[in-house]
């Protein structure tokens, strides 16, 4: 990375100049010292100048999305993948806002490649990258994939009943009630691992209305489960006005 690399030099460069300037060897921990120095010092101050960058594209370009301007937005965050040679992790963190975005939208294809490339702390569009293996009949994928997530992300619990949800539909059950038992060990209180653990071991469906618009995003239910969720949260069908 440009960042590490530009620091790195110039802190080099200081503890030469320090070091031969006051003796090398009496006084070479001086040189260190202002090495540390000017390589924090210069790291944070491209990171922040980066950082503010990113977030002059990111915005607008988020904003975009939410208004459904989604090729404008996928266009500008595609804009900002020319800083992540300057900053570590910056290309991965937009590589997953992308694969999201075409995820969501079940352009699956199209967001495989950028949900690979994607952040391994974004739990969400590594979720999303598991289903893809799965789908693709890619079940070591899938599983190496949910396990990098959860070492990212161990106490979400969506993602335990998500990597559940998966195993039980490729016949691992038991492997299945292994990862919920996991997530209620991580998550004691949480109500909906807990009821999902005891459907699996009665050979029973898991319920994932609990998690609402989090859980339908990953696309695991079918359209008519999807629209009568919705009609539900809205209250169920609308009333007829007679005049």
Same mark, same amino acid.
């Not at 944070?44 to 607008?60: C, G, H």
């Given at each position: ?37 000017? #390589? ?42 020319? #800083? ?23 352009? #699956? ?45 161990? &106490? ?61 995003? #990953? ?8 629209? &009568? ?15």
């Amino acid at each position: 990375m440009y960042n590490l690399l530009i620091s790195a030099g110039a802190a080099v460069a200081v503890f030469l100049i320090v070091s031969l300037s006051a003796g090398f060897q009496q006084y070479w921990w001086a040189g260190a010292l202002a090495a540390l120095v000017v #390589f924090l010092g210069s790291f944070l101050v491209i990171s922040r100048i980066v950082t503010k960058k990113l977030e002059a594209i990111m915005e607008p370009a988020m904003k975009d999305i939410q208004a459904q301007r989604f090729e404008k937005g996928i266009r500008d965050l595609k804009s900002a993948l020319r #800083f992540g040679k300057w900053q570590i992790y910056v290309e991965s963190q937009i590589n997953s806002a992308i694969g999201m975005v075409y995820f969501v939208r079940r352009d #699956f294809s199209t967001a495989f490649p950028y949900l690979e490339k994607g952040f391994f702390k974004n739990w969400v569009t590594m979720g999303m990258l598991a289903v893809t293996y799965m789908k693709r009949n890619k079940q070591d994928k899938m599983k190496e994939t949910f396990d990098k997530a959860l070492m990212g992300t161990p &106490k979400e619990s969506l993602l335990y009943a998500l990597y559940a949800y998966c195993l039980n539909e490729i016949g691992e059950t038991v492997k299945g009630c292994e990862v919920l038992a996991k997530g209620v060990s991580k998550l004691p209180g949480d109500e909906n691992l807990k009821q999902n653990l005891e459907l699996l071991r009665e050979g029973k469906k898991m319920k994932m209305k609990g998690y609402g618009e989090m859980w339908l995003q #990953f696309h695991l239910e079918s359209l008519g489960t999807i629209q &009568k969720q919705q009609m539900a949260a809205m209250g169920g069908r609308r009333r007829i006005i007679r005049k």
